[in-house]
T-cell receptor, first 113, second 115 residues
């Protein structure tokens, strides 16, 4: 069965520092992958998605993610973190051809001034 | 106006109360979803409606009763809940159901506390 693992429950970075959030998935075929962000008191907002093609995808708010099939990973990156990036980040994969999203447990990002 | 609107944002209820959560989407989508988000657990899909017909029910207890009167509105009726039902309930919508490349758009959620 498909699954998503986000190994880091909580990450703290300094403002201006680079960020990488890890995501590993378990899926036999080519996965459709997503990163969502949830700011405090808000719903989930789509940051970026990967369906096919170029393995480096650009998203909103300066985020990017790289799909690495050999490592079953889809890590999220940002070169310089802003205080407003403090939030919870969720990686998700679509289950088969159903459209059902399987979410990881989330990574909480704290940004130090 | 935001794409997916949920009301109320916060709800406190006793175990014997009956209440309803409301979700409205202004995106012209045909599929709507209810998710439960508990602390330290992945989001759990509860129900899916496609064109007002329920197409998924992921073993949700009967004290949760969904209703989809039209493709823009989705309700979750709550009755005799338990304290462990306290969570953030998220509504989402997508263009269609069953399409792998669908993007789901989420509301801000209703924070439910059961006393």
């Amino acid at each position: 069965a498909q699954s998503v693992t986000q190994p880091d429950i909580h990450i703290t970075v300094s403002e201006g520092a680079s960020l990488e959030l890890r995501c590993n998935y378990s899926y036999g075929a080519t996965p459709y992958l997503f990163w969502y962000v949830q700011s405090p008191g808000q719903g989930l907002q789509l940051l970026l998605k990967y369906f096919s093609g170029d393995t480096l995808v650009q998203g909103i708010k300066g985020f990017e993610a790289e799909f690495k099939r050999s490592q079953s990973s889809f890590n999220l990156r940002k070169p310089s973190v802003h205080w407003s990036d403090a939030a919870e980040y969720f990686c998700a994969v679509v289950r088969g051809n159903t459209g059902k999203l399987i979410f990881g447990q989330g990574t909480t990002l704290q940004v130090k001034p | 106006e935001t794409g997916v609107t949920q009301t109320p944002r916060h709800l406190v209820m006793g175990m014997t109360n009956k209440k309803s959560l409301k979700c409205e989407q202004h995106l012209g989508h045909n599929a709507m979803y209810w998710y439960k988000q508990s602390a330290k657990k992945p989001l759990e899909l509860m129900f899916v409606y496609s064109l007002e017909e329920r197409v998924e029910n992921n073993s949700v207890p009967s004290r949760f009763s969904p209703e989809c009167p039209n493709s823009s509105h989705l309700f979750l009726h709550l009755h005799t809940l338990q304290p462990e039902d306290s969570a953030l309930y998220l509504c989402a919508s997508s263009q269609e159901w069953g399409i792998a490349k669908n993007i789901q758009y989420f509301g801000a959620g209703t924070r439910l506390s059961v006393l």
